[in-house]
């Protein structure tokens, strides 16, 4: 199985618009409607075009029988044939100043912000600002996507087209995975191959030019994302079966059989990876640690009432747990407790009982977590507290963005954000989210997420004083 490129082009136009410098002559003259945000009246602006460039680029396939994608070609002449370009208007306000465009690929919508430049200093005082949203035109995006480190967003739309998007939000190119729809894309851990299967059952290694580099035949379907281990192997998992298949950063089949795990279909997503190249799974209240292979090579027993947040490991193979009376437990690799912190509030034993308590570990080791009563704590690695605030909803998810902030979403949709310092700074413009909605940390230290089938991007900008 092939993937298809996506034939497209993408017309440059050179515009001036009333004024422009003399000896210059337009070789187009064409009318753009044009709707201000302050008024109900549409607007038409008349803009002059002075150059014309054609460069090729992707564009929509043509209608090709589902059964064999790959096996037609697509030329240029086959792409414009099907193609109906469109005028895109950005705006900017209140000069209503117009930039015009003609695309075949969908732009991202950006919101400047009215009072604030982009951030570019550890020091300045910052706020979250919605910074752009993007979805395809025809199609909705998957909830799940990825992050690189340059900035690029991998997304996947329901039609199984993948796109990478720049930190701009413009489309770098998109590509038809599979017709029968696909899976959220994987990264490896440089960033420079990304992981994706195409239904029914096709691994695709692709570069960050969408080039293919190998692929592989599995032997059942599947609907998660690949998990890609830190020393680079990748496992799938079938729907049905839970089987898990793990294959090299090359392309091959590598052996690989889960022992003493119970009947149940293994999800990837419950699987923590350890500094020590071990992979560990919870059952229940046992933690198994597997060799990349599943050979078991060690366990032991937690009380599940100590399990009711996490586990997470550090950079130094040491776990944390959250237990159900809202106390943080810091064990060592062989399960046996380092230190246990219980936050001095007066509501400890009186809300005790099992529940959910959302964890993460930021990038300077500190790890912070919900505990009762909304209690939000951090500490560092030896247990000493570094802060500790009181949110005004209980939270369900908890992520930790690059510079430090944590972001969290309530049990009722809204989006809060800490920074270091604990205190909540301020988010503008967030909807209202799923509680299960993945957040995805960007380059910039913002956040992303995909709400009713757009994504939607957070960015950090530094407050004008």
Request: with cysteine.
């Amino acid at each position: 199985m092939k993937i298809l490129p996506i034939a497209s082009i993408v017309l440059l136009i050179t515009v001036s618009l009333a004024g422009c410098q003399s000896g210059v002559a337009p070789t187009a003259i064409f009318t753009v409607p044009f709707e201000p945000r302050s008024s109900d009246t549409p607007l038409s602006i008349t803009i002059e075009a002075s150059r014309l460039t054609a460069t090729p680029t992707l564009v929509a396939a043509p209608q090709v029988p589902p059964s064999s994608p790959s096996k037609t070609a697509i030329t240029p002449q086959a792409a414009l044939a099907h193609a109906s370009p469109t005028i895109t208007v950005s705006e900017t306000f209140p000069s209503l100043t117009v930039v015009t465009s003609v695309t075949f690929t969908p732009t991202a919508q950006h919101e400047p912000p009215s009072t604030a430049t982009p951030f570019d200093s550890d020091t300045s005082p910052y706020r979250f600002h919605l910074g752009w949203r993007w979805k395809p035109a025809e199609s909705d995006l998957l909830p799940r996507f990825v992050a690189a480190n340059d900035g690029s967003i991998y997304v996947t739309d329901t039609k199984g087209v993948l796109y990478r998007l720049s930190s701009n939000g413009d489309v770098l190119w998109q590509q038809q995975i599979s017709f029968a729809g696909a899976t959220p894309a994987a990264l490896s851990a440089d960033g420079f191959r990304i992981y994706i299967v195409g239904n029914p059952n096709t691994l695709f290694s692709l570069n960050t030019e969408a080039e293919i580099q190998w692929e592989y035949t599995l032997q059942q379907t599947t609907s998660e994302p690949p998990k890609v281990a830190p020393w680079g192997d990748i496992y799938v998992t079938g729907i049905s079966s839970g089987e898990v298949t793990r294959i090299s950063p090359s392309g091959n089949k590598l052996p690989f059989e889960l022992e003493a795990i119970m009947a149940e279909p293994v999800s990837l997503e419950g699987w923590v990876f350890t500094p020590e190249k071990r992979i560990l799974i919870v059952e229940s209240s046992m933690l198994k640690f597997y060799q990349p292979d599943g050979r078991l090579v060690d366990s032991c027993a937690i009380p599940q009432v100590l399990l009711a947040g996490g586990p997470i490991v550090d950079k130094s193979g040491n776990f944390y747990s959250v237990s159900s009376r809202g106390e943080l437990i810091a064990w060592d690799g062989a399960c046996q407790e380092r230190w246990r912190f219980t936050p001095e509030t007066p509501d400890v034993v009186a809300s005790s009982g099992a529940a959910g308590y959302p964890i993460i570990i930021r990038q300077d080791g500190i790890i912070v977590f919900m505990g009762v009563d909304n209690w939000v704590n951090a500490l560092n690695s030896e247990g000493k507290l570094i802060w500790q605030t009181k949110a005004d909803e209980t939270l369900r998810f908890l992520a930790a963005g690059k510079r430090g902030d944590v972001f969290a979403t309530t049990v009722t949709g809204s989006l809060r954000v800490y920074n270091k310092k604990g205190e909540q700074s301020w988010l503008e413009e967030a909807p209202i989210l799923e509680i299960s909605t993945p957040m995805v940390m960007t380059a910039d230290g913002g956040v992303a997420f995909v709400w009713k089938g757009e994504l939607w991007v957070i960015s950090l900008w530094v407050v004008d004083s």
